[in-house]
């Protein structure tokens, strides 16, 4: 049961992160924030945006995989390429969207890819079909 539950909390925050994924979480931290500290520049919302967004899908993602599989190894490797795209890829990410398309909404071909790879929980949804395999060929094997 309380795999399911953390199942099911985990879907529903992955679907509710994209429902409202226009929702500025710059803003609602203005709200909290002091004035001096206020987030208001576009490129730092834009940052502040997308990476509170990864946090949220990767988070989603490591519960829902904790759900699925209940074994430390899968969610040490969950973090492992959570630390990855938190710390390599989504600031040369950044470096390369604001330079070259500033913090608009919509991007290139090319930079929306990225976007969906790394902001996305794509590389974890990759992670939990990977998982799987490996679990499935070593039953087949055993």
Partial sequence: MKRLTGMVTAILILLLVYVFQKVSYAGLANVVLPESLSI?????????????????????CMLL???LFGQMKYLRAAFVVFLIELLIMLPI??????NLEGASEISSPLLSQIHRIIVNPLLMI????????QKITADIRA
Avoid at 93 to 98: D, E, N, P, Q, T
């Fill in 126 to 133: 990759i992670l939990i079909v990977g998982f799987y395999y």
């Fill in 65 to 67: 995989i904790w759900s």
């Fill in 93 to 98: 990410y950044f470096i390369i969207k604001l």
């Fill in 40 to 60: 208001s520049h576009p490129y730092k919302v834009f940052i502040f945006n997308r990476t509170i967004r990864l946090i949220i899908n990767d988070g989603a």
